[in-house]
Each structure stands twice: as structure tokens, then as C-alpha cells.
Nanobody, 115 residues
């Protein structure tokens, strides 16, 4: 059975940094299209960043230059490095991995940016 394990969420002050990680074992991880989403209460889930198997990335405008999505195929792990965090980045963050009809979600991890 495939398990998706997220880690790295925390309370951080504005201007600080965090790195989220998402490990998905027992899949052909290197072939998957990877994404990070975030969601705040009462709002729809928002796509934040994507990463193809060929290492192409996309970001929403509000995080460009601050967030970096990456992957370590040998560790079956994807990351979201978040720098210069602001209160607007406060949300539950979800990792997602897709390949064909296969689609895996993380359980969500809370990131709170507050002084």
C-alpha cells in the first residue's frame, strides 16, 4: 500500500523560511508529475508549484522568487523550499503526485506565518 508522508510544517515568523517534504514510496517516483497545493479555511485549494519528471517547474506569481519545488528521486521525496514567508503564505499545504490515472495526495501540513 502506498503511503504519502508530509513533514516540515511549523509556526514561523514573517521573513523566515521552511522546507516541506513529501515522501511517497512504492511508486515509480521519477516518472510522476509533482505539485504542491495550499488551502486556507473557506477557500478552494490553490496550486502553488509544479515539477515535471523532466525538471520543468511552474509557480504562481505570488511565490515566484521565494519558493522552490524540487525532487530527490532516490529518496522518493519532493520538497518545497519556502523563503521570505509572509502571513499570506499561512495555509495547509498538500503534496500531489500524478502519473496517468494514478494520483496521490498528502494528508496536508500546516504552515503558519505569524509574529
Amino acid at each position: 500500500q502506498v503511503q504519502v508522508v508530509e513533514s516540515g510544517g511549523d509556526l514561523v515568523q514573517p521573513g523566515g523560511s521552511l522546507r516541506l517534504a513529501c515522501t511517497i514510496e512504492k511508486i515509480n517516483f521519477s516518472q510522476y508529475f509533482l505539485s504542491w497545493y495550499r488551502q486556507t479555511p473557506g477557500e478552494s485549494r490553490e496550486l502553488v508549484a509544479t515539477l515535471t519528471s523532466g525538471a520543468d517547474t511552474t509557480y504562481i506569481d505570488s511565490v515566484k522568487g521565494r519558493f522552490t519545488i524540487s525532487r530527490d528521486n532516490a529518496k522518493y521525496t519532493m520538497y518545497l523550499q519556502m523563503n521570505r514567508l509572509t502571513s499570506d503564505d499561512t495555509a495547509a499545504y498538500y503534496c500531489n503526485a500524478k502519473w496517468g490515472i494514478l494520483n496521490f495526495w498528502g494528508q496536508g501540513i500546516q504552515v503558519t506565518v505569524s509574529s
